[in-house]
Protein backbone atom coordinates (compact mmCIF):
# COMPACT_ATOMS: atom_id res chain seq x y z
CA UNK A 1 0.00 0.00 0.00
CA UNK A 2 1.39 3.39 -0.95
CA UNK A 3 1.10 6.00 1.44
CA UNK A 4 0.63 9.76 1.80
CA UNK A 5 2.71 12.25 3.22
CA UNK A 6 1.63 12.51 7.32
CA UNK A 7 1.42 15.97 8.64
CA UNK A 8 3.97 14.35 11.16
CA UNK A 9 6.29 13.89 8.51
CA UNK A 10 5.78 16.59 6.88
CA UNK A 11 6.86 18.92 9.99
CA UNK A 12 9.41 17.40 9.97
CA UNK A 13 11.31 17.35 6.92
CA UNK A 14 9.75 19.83 5.33
CA UNK A 15 12.24 21.04 3.19
CA UNK A 16 12.65 17.35 1.79
CA UNK A 17 9.41 16.90 0.95
CA UNK A 18 8.98 20.31 -0.43
CA UNK A 19 11.61 19.33 -2.94
CA UNK A 20 10.30 16.16 -3.72
CA UNK A 21 7.24 17.38 -4.62
CA UNK A 22 8.64 19.84 -6.90
CA UNK A 23 10.54 17.79 -8.50
CA UNK A 24 7.73 15.46 -9.26
CA UNK A 25 5.43 18.63 -10.26
CA UNK A 26 8.14 19.25 -13.05
CA UNK A 27 8.29 15.60 -14.04
CA UNK A 28 4.42 15.64 -14.51
CA UNK A 29 5.00 19.05 -16.64
CA UNK A 30 7.67 17.24 -18.90
CA UNK A 31 5.58 13.67 -19.44
CA UNK A 32 2.10 15.90 -20.21
CA UNK A 33 3.95 18.14 -22.85
CA UNK A 34 5.31 14.99 -24.08
CA UNK A 35 2.59 13.04 -24.84
CA UNK A 36 1.38 15.36 -27.54
CA UNK A 37 4.85 14.77 -29.38
CA UNK A 38 5.66 12.33 -32.25
CA UNK A 39 9.08 11.62 -32.67
CA UNK A 40 10.87 9.09 -34.62
CA UNK A 41 14.40 7.82 -35.08
CA UNK A 42 16.25 5.21 -37.26
CA UNK A 43 14.66 2.40 -35.70
CA UNK A 44 10.96 3.69 -35.75
CA UNK A 45 8.58 5.90 -33.40
CA UNK A 46 10.35 7.05 -29.84
CA UNK A 47 8.58 6.60 -27.11
CA UNK A 48 7.46 8.70 -24.48
CA UNK A 49 8.98 7.20 -21.54
CA UNK A 50 12.66 7.21 -23.83
CA UNK A 51 11.68 10.54 -24.83
CA UNK A 52 11.55 11.67 -21.01
CA UNK A 53 14.30 9.77 -19.90
CA UNK A 54 16.25 11.70 -22.72
CA UNK A 55 15.27 15.07 -21.84
CA UNK A 56 15.12 14.46 -17.62
CA UNK A 57 18.51 13.70 -17.08
CA UNK A 58 19.60 17.30 -18.89
CA UNK A 59 16.90 18.99 -16.96
CA UNK A 60 18.76 20.90 -13.43
CA UNK A 61 16.86 22.12 -10.68
CA UNK A 62 17.38 25.87 -11.23
CA UNK A 63 14.99 25.29 -14.75
CA UNK A 64 12.32 23.90 -12.36
CA UNK A 65 8.58 25.53 -12.40
CA UNK A 66 7.09 25.93 -8.83
CA UNK A 67 3.98 24.13 -8.40
CA UNK A 68 0.35 26.29 -8.09
CA UNK A 69 -0.38 25.94 -4.49
CA UNK A 70 -3.98 23.94 -5.43
CA UNK A 71 -1.80 21.07 -7.28
CA UNK A 72 -2.18 17.34 -6.21
CA UNK A 73 0.30 15.19 -7.17
CA UNK A 74 -1.16 12.34 -9.89
CA UNK A 75 1.57 9.95 -7.50
CA UNK A 76 0.32 9.19 -4.54
CA UNK A 77 3.47 8.49 -2.21
CA UNK A 78 4.00 12.84 -3.21
CA UNK A 79 0.36 13.65 -1.70
CA UNK A 80 -0.33 14.92 1.75
CA UNK A 81 -2.29 12.73 3.96
CA UNK A 82 -5.36 15.83 3.68
CA UNK A 83 -4.88 16.12 0.08
CA UNK A 84 -7.67 14.41 -2.41
CA UNK A 85 -7.05 12.88 -5.85
CA UNK A 86 -6.25 15.32 -8.32
CA UNK A 87 -8.92 16.68 -10.61
CA UNK A 88 -7.61 17.23 -13.52
CA UNK A 89 -3.94 16.86 -15.64
CA UNK A 90 -1.21 19.22 -14.82
CA UNK A 91 -0.88 22.69 -16.32
CA UNK A 92 2.41 24.44 -16.49
CA UNK A 93 1.91 27.87 -14.14
CA UNK A 94 3.45 29.89 -16.62
CA UNK A 95 1.50 32.98 -17.89
CA UNK A 96 0.00 32.19 -21.34
CA UNK A 97 0.25 36.07 -22.92
CA UNK A 98 -1.46 37.34 -25.58
CA UNK A 99 -1.42 35.53 -29.05
CA UNK A 100 1.30 36.63 -31.21
CA UNK A 101 0.41 37.44 -34.92
CA UNK A 102 2.80 37.77 -37.82
CA UNK A 103 1.92 39.99 -40.37
CA UNK A 104 4.11 39.95 -43.49
CA UNK A 105 5.74 43.71 -44.45
CA UNK A 106 4.73 44.53 -47.67
CA UNK A 107 8.87 45.36 -49.17
CA UNK A 108 9.81 47.56 -51.96
CA UNK A 109 12.69 46.42 -54.59
CA UNK A 110 14.66 49.12 -53.35
CA UNK A 111 14.38 48.23 -49.92
CA UNK A 112 17.00 45.68 -50.91
CA UNK A 113 18.82 48.17 -52.94
CA UNK A 114 18.59 45.71 -56.22
Not at 29 to 58: A, T
Not at 66 to 84: G, L, M, T, V
Not at 102 to 108: C, D, G, P
Amino acid sequence: MIMTISKESYNNLKEYWDYQRLIEYNKEILRESLKSMQVFNDFGKVSVEDMFDNIWNKVESNDFEKPPSNWIPQDEKYRFEWEDEPKTNVKSNKSKGRPVILRAKHLHNEDYNI
